[in-house]
């Protein structure tokens, strides 16, 4: 059932896609500045490694920011500077911390080793180094970053698919019930303006009733695309029920949200909507609710009601128009 729930969210099963490859070309970035020692440690890697030796800590630290390692080995004996403080840096940094990293230390390096592993160093390997050692370990982090890599990437698809409309890919009501109270609530604080507008496509019933339910389930990906065009990033568009968007505009006085949904409502008009399957397109209109945030509203409810009003007044005035 494991492999079931993660092809819902496309990404195959995360623990065979970790463990399929043993080749594992990893790009590899060891920080060490003897020359021996990083020679011999490149020869053994370079089979199936790419890897880039980096003496000094500062061009390290660099290297390990602007590019995209798989694993990085840092020597704790740098000639001059100290390697355990490169590996606190690598471990706390965004672009970083998630990057394997092994530490290559003396047998008597004992406390520093622990002072390491207490700050999240992933693995250690004492010199002299084996080269079969080396592989292994390797080897074996890079697994992990991968497999969590998958994870991470599972985890995120599962949140957007939470907050997310199926069919139109817009912000789905529970997105926005959950957001609504902090954003209305800070609007108050800083004495901002905040609009609401309720937007209800006109005799949607009749679309569904004429070209069926999968053209109607077209019309409204189209509307959305459409709405999603005519707004700000800043804007929060959701779906709110079958066919009625929420659109809350942050910042927006009465005579601004006024013109955006006027805007949008020419917009939807203007473009007649393809229905593919039945190799058409058909004329669309909405009707538009607008409100604004009142000093007195105690919750963004009662915005939402008079937009709900609103639009009711545009729907019985005719349709195909904005309220306010
Ligand atoms: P009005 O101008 O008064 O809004 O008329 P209307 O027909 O749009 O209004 P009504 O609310 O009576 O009907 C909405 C219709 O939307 C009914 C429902 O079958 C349809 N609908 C709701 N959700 C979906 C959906 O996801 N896909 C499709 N194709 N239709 C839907
Ligand atoms: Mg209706
Ligand atoms: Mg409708
Ligand atoms: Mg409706």
Known sequence: SRAMASRDFGIGDPLALATAETGLDANVLLVEDRPGAAERMAAALGQ???????????????????????????????????????????????????????????????????????????????????????????????????????????????????????LTGLHNRRYLDSHLGTLFGDAAFRQRPMAALILDIDRFKGINDTYGHEAGDEVLRTFAERLRTHTRNIDIVARYGGEEVVIILPDAGLAEAQAIAERIRERVEALPFAIQRASRSVSVTVSIGVAVREAEDAAPGDMLKRADLALYRAKAAGRNRVEA
């Open 48 to 166: 199936h490694h790419a890897v880039t030796v980096e003496a000094d800590p500062h061009r390290a630290l660099l290297l390990a920011t602007e590019g995209t390692y798989d694993a990085i080995l840092v020597s704790l004996d740098l000639e001059g500077s100290d390697g355990l403080r490169l590996c606190s840096q690598l471990r706390s940094l965004d672009r970083t911390r998630n990057v394997p990293l092994i530490m290559l230390a003396e047998p008597h390096e004992r406390a520093r080793i622990v002072r390491g592993l207490d700050f999240g160093v992933h693995d250690f390997l004492l010199r002299p180094v084996d080269r079969n050692e080396l592989l292994a370990r390797l080897r074996t982090q890079v697994r992990r970053k991968r497999f969590s890599d998958v994870l991470r990437g599972a985890v995120h698809a599962s949140m957007e698919l939470a907050i997310t409309d199926g």
